[in-house]
């Protein structure tokens, strides 16, 4: 998608209105304990400043559901930013309304302030031109940073477009549609896909459409024992959804008429509950004891998909291969993440999905060896769909 940016506008004594993803996790004691999401939109924001534009960054935060909410205030990363920046942040009190006006026509050049949770009005999920509207009369130039919530239609992300002259794409925004839409139009090759998760349902979609442009894919999480069932394996307790049987059936075969391997696991690390304290064994994919689910690939998988990984030149990885949350479930998806790392080093292009991916990978210390991860599961999910994302349709071509 061929969208202007920042590079292609100048921001010199402008308001310019930017949405970014300020979404942070915070303690009970209201302290940031991940800024990710802030450090990645420092470009952007150093850039307008360093140019002499007038910033006003607006953001949400958690689940207020259309009111004021003191523990979702946008407060704490107000405070994070001026860090960072080294430079006063202005938090304003409210995201509309007089009084927010007159702080932002009071600005001056290379000064920011950063606007109140936008979803303590609910003006904001609903996308409601009043809203986006007075929102938009702030500013005179928009820039959308905040991939995370670009498959959202939000009166902040796509509803504002429609009141100002200018909307375009930040860097990190930039950026996000340069990896994932490079791996998906022009893929160097061979071209892998990696997926887990628990559910076939929510990847249906993404496979679909990757099976009309990958060479490889490789399969893990639980959803792979809709497609052992499928193939008339027996699985055990492991989770199954029965209701996609035929759909897991009809996505094999449409790999086979596509000539895409789709490989599945050949063994995997089985117990009687998904614990941290269960006692685990590693089972052949037909072995599974009735009394045991699986939790993860298992070694000779891992061996396999790392081999595959390695000869691979472009790789989009979306869900873990297992319960990575719980330490002695995660060995196969921090295999993954390691065996990424590995080709990352050898030239490849390594991208990884928001969400749990990410996570993994992050928990791995494996982030910086990637090529790229992206910064919103959801929205990187439906882009992998080959679905139209609102917040990035919306912007100036």
Known sequence: MQKKTLSDISCTGKRVLMRVDFNVPLDESRSITNDKRIIEALPSIKQVLESGGRLILMSHLGRPKGRVAEEFSLTPVAERLSELLDTNVVMATDCIGTEVMQQALHLQDGDVMLLENLRFHPGEEKNDPEFAKELASMGEIYVNDAFGTAHRAHASTEGICHFMPVSVAGFLMEKELRYLGQSLDKPERPFLAILGGAKISGKIDVLENLLDKVDTVLVGGAMIFTFFRAQGIDTGKSLVEEDRIELAKRLLDKAREKNVRMLLPKD???????????????????????????????????????????????IVWNGPMGVFEIEKLSHGTIAIAQAMADATAKGTTTIVGGGDSAAAVMKAGLGAAMTHISTGGGASLEFLEGKELPGIAALND
């Open 268 to 314: 995997v690390v089985a117990a009687r509950e998904c614990s941290a304290d269960a006692v685990t064994q590693t089972v052949a994919v037909d072995s599974i004891p009735a009394d045991m689910m699986g939790l993860d690939i298992g070694p000779k998988t891992v061996a396999a998909y790392a081999n595959e990984i390695l000869n691979a030149r472009t």
